[in-house]
């Protein structure tokens, strides 16, 4: 058996060290510094007591806090209050954020971005947001829950959660037009708001559904009325921009159609403007004409000067096109003239390019190099836009004129001298009367 | 008692001693059918044999026998294994009497039935195992039925200690956790403590929603005390939309059981088989089981009740009309034919198409039946 004594027994040989005996090395010390090694500092000690009996008492919700997730924890605050339609509501988006990615494959770029479980703001504003529309819908006050439900919309949106902000303009579209004898104008709101959503999303057809349905229930209130025929307007332009041929036309016309029921002149106008453009493409100039010459008014009237130069530029066309000369170079004259005292101006340089353009097809080749020179030059010293155009249409100028030689040295044969005109370019070979 | 033998302690050899089944004290009576069951008082004998000793006491005696000596390590590990099996089994059938006991309301018989699945299950699992859960639950109920609140406080505790002291990778199945939850929220609406019951109502919820999906008949039961506890802090209002919740949950529930039934006798009218063995070759889900079917009756009375209550400051109508339909329903899966009729008179003014084409399914199958009958009938008249 091995001795088990309180202290070790000490062989005789042995020499304290500092002069001290074995019992004080063997009892005294080693007790003395266990003590040291435990001991905290003495104010700690004095406060130990104090700071123990202030600390506050967890509760037993709180320790389950600790143990347990967000998506826990606040599922069990939303149900303890009696919110369970909300919990359910939760947990449907959760699984429905989870199938939607298992549903994309791995690959998805989408996934990069964290599960709603993972983002603490989202769930707690979703949780509370939730919470009021149901209180809200107990109490029955249906304009409250559509407003909390419009809040969440946009706060997702923010955050570019579209997926979230489209199924939250679903669901108050769907809380106004269940409620909608209460207050028509929040279903009006609610569908121009899903409109938007889809139109975000880009399902154009959708969106102009709501937009319609907007647009029919707020023929009681004239800022929504107007505001519909705006959002419609635009629609049915993104759509001809989109569709070809015959469908744009038409959704051109309905977007005249509806600009005309707003009250905006401006858009109103800019509207007719691209309808008569619409026109021109498909060939009927007739109506063309007329509703580029109600832009060509309005822009009169509201002093528009580039307006003004597009739609004279384009009336100009559509005379040309109906082989009226004379107009066409009356409305391009007076477009000269409006812009003549901004010479170096980009307007004048579209004026002139406009000039040369028309006189290049009715063959007046000395007129058109005229001012198709000053566009030329004009925009070469702006480095306009335009500079490859009408720096084009300027060598067509030349070119055209200068066809009728050629022809004739061709039909001579005269080979050396077109080769000699090559050589140099220079017009007066070709022009040069022949013996 | 019929069956009844007195022992003397000090007969026994010197190691022996025989414990009461129900209380645990020195024993001097024995069940002379099996021989291996012992009680200290003539009481506690009649209750164990109400309780559970009638229908297990065979079972008993060739699991408690002491087993003869086998020669080889290989029959020895074998027979352990098939006790260990029966024994499995009788646990199960034990927690299902047990269950049913608490249902019909007869607390007293369900005390020694779970405390025989509690000993059992201990034996074979171990006396820490999870398993031995759901025996504390049916212990616990059954206190609370005897307003013995602290011994169901007891149960509940000690339940919840064997989950918290599962190591940390290993979650208890959330259904049990849910089970556990609901009965201390029972227990926490007996002591009065609102705060404390609907915190726990909501971890059940929280658990059978994640376990069994939102819209689950179990997680019903969840919201249905929910609400009794909202009434009892005076707050109507989520009262009403929990109980319209709970109507929702269960309706949908018992329409799909019905459409299952019905469709299926309608195959085997058609077969020209006989309908009432029908029932009992369906397949588990469409099975209506006991405990799923008292536990409707007794929602459903309570929430009819409520409705009726409310009637005249809110009616609504469709909600009553719900719960008479899932009622007929009810008396129709439990083959309760008189009370379908009765049950289907009081439905007035309904606008849901649904319970509607289940009226005409349900009033066509027992057509078929009375057809069917009456074959039968005339076929038994002709032999």
Same mark, same amino acid.
């Given at each position: ?33 266990? $003590? ?18 202030? %600390? ?70 979703? +949780? ?42 679903? $669901? ?127 822009? %009169? ?32 004259? %007076? ?16 004026? +002139? ?83 | /008692? ?34 291996? =069951? ?8 009649? !209750? ?19 087993? @003869? ?26 927690? /299902? ?36 859960? @759901? ?48 009965? /201390? ?11 404390? !019951? ?9 658990? !059978? ?23 009892? /802090?005076?707050?109507?209002?989520? =009262? ?25 006798? &309608? ?8 309908? &009432? ?32 209550? =409310? ?30 009729? &009765? ?41």
């Amino acid at each position: 058996m091995t001795e088990t004594t309180a202290y070790r027994t000490k062989k005789s040989n042995e020499t304290s060290s500092k002069g001290q005996t074995a019992f004080y090395r063997n009892v005294i010390l080693p007790s003395k510094t266990y $003590k040291e090694k435990h001991k905290l500092p003495l104010n700690q000690i004095k406060n130990a007591a104090t700071a123990y009996e202030q %600390q506050s008492i967890l509760q037993k919700e709180d320790t389950e806090k600790f143990r347990s997730s967000l998506k826990r924890q606040l599922s069990i605050d939303m149900l303890r209050h009696g919110y369970h339609n909300s919990f359910r509501e939760l947990c449907a988006i959760l699984t429905w954020q989870k199938e939607d990615r298992e549903r994309l494959g791995a690959e998805h770029p989408l996934h990069e971005r964290p599960l709603l479980d993972g983002e603490p703001d989202k769930l707690r504003f979703l +949780c509370s947001h939730l919470n009021k529309a149901e209180e809200a819908e107990r109490r029955c006050q249906y304009s409250n829950m559509y407003h909390n439900y419009l809040e969440l919309a946009s706060y997702f949106l923010k955050s570019d959660d579209r997926w979230l902000s489209d199924s939250f303009y679903e $669901k108050s579209l769907s809380v106004a037009q269940t409620y909608r004898q209460l207050d028509p104008q929040l279903a009006a709101e609610a569908h121009l708001n899903v409109g938007l959503a889809y139109e975000r999303r880009g399902d154009l057809m959708k969106a102009l559904h709501s937009f319609i349905k907007y647009r029919q229930l707020s023929e009681d209130y004239e800022q929504l009325k107007a505001d519909a025929s705006l959002q419609l307007t635009r629609l049915y332009m993104k759509l001809a921009e989109r569709r070809t041929d015959n469908e744009s036309l038409q959704y051109v016309v309905k977007a005249y159609e509806a600009s005309t029921q707003s009250d905006d002149k401006k858009v109103e106008n800019e509207t007719s403007y691209k309808l008569g453009q619409a026109y021109v493409e498909h060939g009927n100039i007739d109506l063309a004409l007329k509703y580029l010459h109600k832009y060509y008014d309005y822009c %009169q009237q509201v002093n528009d000067d580039e307006g003004f130069g597009q739609a004279s530029e384009a009336l100009a066309i559509c005379y040309q096109k109906k082989a009226n000369v004379e107009k066409s170079t009356e409305y391009l004259t %007076q477009y000269l003239q409006k812009v003549s005292d901004k010479e170096g101006d980009t307007q004048y340089a579209r004026a +002139c390019s406009a000039l040369g353009f028309i006189h290049n097809t009715l063959s007046q080749y000395d007129s058109a190099i005229q001012s198709l020179s000053k566009a030329y030059s004009i925009s070469l010293a702006n480095s306009h836009v335009d500079l490859e155009r009408n720096r084009v249409l300027f060598g067509i100028a030349h070119g055209f004129k200068l066809r009728p030689f050629f022809d004739d040295h061709i039909d001579r044969m005269n080979t050396k001298e077109l080769l000699q005109w090559k050589c140099t370019r220079h017009e007066s070979f070709l022009t040069k009367p022949k013996p | /008692m019929a069956t009844t033998e007195l022992v003397y302690p000090l007969a026994f050899p010197k190691s022996v001693v025989h414990k009461c089944e129900i209380c645990g004290k020195t024993a001097s009576r024995m069940c002379s059918k099996c021989r291996v =069951t012992y009680y200290c008082s003539e009481e506690h004998q009649t !209750a164990d044999n109400i309780g559970i000793h009638d229908k297990i006491c065979s079972t008993l005696a060739s699991l408690r026998l002491k087993q @003869p000596f086998l020669p080889s390590e290989e029959e020895r590990r074998e027979r352990d294994r098939e006790i260990r099996d029966r024994k499995i089994h009788l646990v199960e059938v034990t927690r /299902m009497i047990g269950e049913r006991h608490v249902f019909q309301d007869r607390f007293e018989a369900a005390v020694p039935a779970a405390l025989a699945s509690l000993k059992l299950a201990i034996e074979v699992y171990g006396p820490r195992s999870v398993e031995l859960i @759901p025996s504390y639950l049916i212990l616990s109920e059954a206190s609370l039925g005897l307003k013995q609140l602290n011994q169901c406080w007891e149960y509940l505790s000690q339940a919840q200690y064997t989950i918290l002291q599962q190591q940390q990778h290993e979650q208890a199945p959330l259904a049990i956790t849910s089970q556990l939850s609901r009965n /201390m929220a029972q227990l926490s609406i007996a002591r009065k403590e609102y705060d404390e !019951a609907a915190r726990h109502l909501a971890n059940d919820i929280y658990d !059978a929603s994640l376990f069994y999906g939102t819209e689950h008949h179990k997680v019903a039961g969840g919201y249905f005390l929910l609400g009794k506890v909202f009434k009892l /802090m005076n707050r109507p209002e989520v =009262t009403e939309s929990l109980y319209t919740q709970v109507t929702q949950m269960w309706y949908n529930f018992l329409r799909r059981l019905l459409q299952t039934r019905v469709v299926f006798s &309608d195959m085997d009218a058609i077969l020209g088989k006989k309908d &009432d063995d029908n029932g009992d070759e369906l397949t588990n889900s469409s099975k209506l089981d006991l405990s799923t079917e008292a536990e409707a009756f007794n929602t459903l009375q309570i929430l009819l009740n409520y409705r009726l209550e =409310t009637q005249q400051t809110n009616p609504m109508t469709q909600e009553l009309n719900k719960i008479h339909h899932c009622l007929t329903i009810l008396y129709f899966l439990a083959r309760d034919y008189i009370q379908v009729h &009765d049950s289907m008179n009081k439905i007035k003014d309904c606008t849901i198409q649904d319970i509607e084409d289940d009226q005409q399914r349900i009033l066509k199958f027992l057509e078929q039946l009375g057809q069917m009958k009456a074959l039968m009938k005339r076929q038994q008249q002709q032999n």
